[in-house]
């Protein structure tokens, strides 16, 4: 079954760290770019982060510029996103995403994740 | 950075023509994807490069993009296409998304 599930969401103090993680099956997961999409509750959808297939090129959002870290293992087949520094406006859910390649080789997204949830409170 | 601007709301009866419209500066000159996204779920991409379907979406949706509005119509809507919509371009390196706009049937 092709599908995205992401893990590593919670409860984490202002200033403190997260590591999500997104494990991939069904596709060649190598082949693709990846992405990290949050959403905040009641809000829209905002992109965080991305990297290309290979891990050669990476994107992120000026809001979480030098906080979040995207990495890849193509041999587990596994996204990451290492968050530091976090704040209030942090909390969303996190959704793992798959690029597509329809239009570039960044995307659009063809496949999403159920998401996890994190909240930065104290 | 690039701003994409969605009405938050759009209504219309059961069977007629739902558009909704995605304003961005000179935005005729880039590819414009859209979602679908219903109540506890995750997105569905509905339309890709403007006017594409993915396998799978329904001819009733279809895309347009031109000077500064990208429209995404949903003919002979049913009562299941009620959701939120999101268009999304990529600028700068980096994926945006509009505001999205409810759609609902009345």
């Known amino acids: 079954e092709v599908q995205l599930v992401e893990s590593g969401g919670g409860l984490v103090q202002p200033g403190g760290s997260l590591r999500l993680s997104c494990s991939a099956s069904?596709?060649?997961?190598?082949?693709?770019?990846m992405h990290w999409v949050r959403q905040a509750p009641g809000k829209g959808q905002k992109y965080v982060s991305g990297m290309r297939s290979n891990g050669g090129s990476t994107s992120y959002a000026d809001s979480v510029k030098d906080r979040f870290t995207i990495s890849r293992d193509n041999s587990k087949n596994t996204l990451y996103l290492q968050m530091s520094s976090l704040r209030a406006e942090d909390t969303a859910v996190y959704y793992c995403?798959?690029?597509?390649?329809?239009?570039?080789?960044?995307?659009?997204?063809?496949?999403w994740g159920q998401g996890t949830m994190v909240t930065v409170s104290s | 950075s690039y701003v994409l601007t969605q009405p938050p709301s759009v209504s219309v009866a059961p069977g007629q023509t739902a558009r909704i419209t995605c304003g961005g500066n000179n935005i005729g000159i880039k590819r414009v994807h859209w979602y679908q996204q219903k109540p506890g779920q995750a997105p569905v991409l509905v339309v890709y490069d403007d006017s594409d379907r993915p396998s799978g979406i329904p001819e009733r949706f279809s895309g347009s993009n031109s000077g500064n509005a990208a429209t995404l119509t949903l003919s002979r809507v049913e009562a299941g296409d009620e959701a939120d919509y999101y268009c999304?371009?990529?600028?700068?390196?980096?994926?945006?998304f509009g505001g999205g706009t409810k759609l609902t049937v009345l």
């Open positions: 999304q371009v990529w600028d700068s390196s980096s994926w945006v």
């Open positions: 995403v798959k690029g597509s390649g329809y239009s570039n080789t960044w995307g659009p997204f063809d496949l």
């Open positions: 069904g596709f060649t997961f190598s082949n693709y770019a």
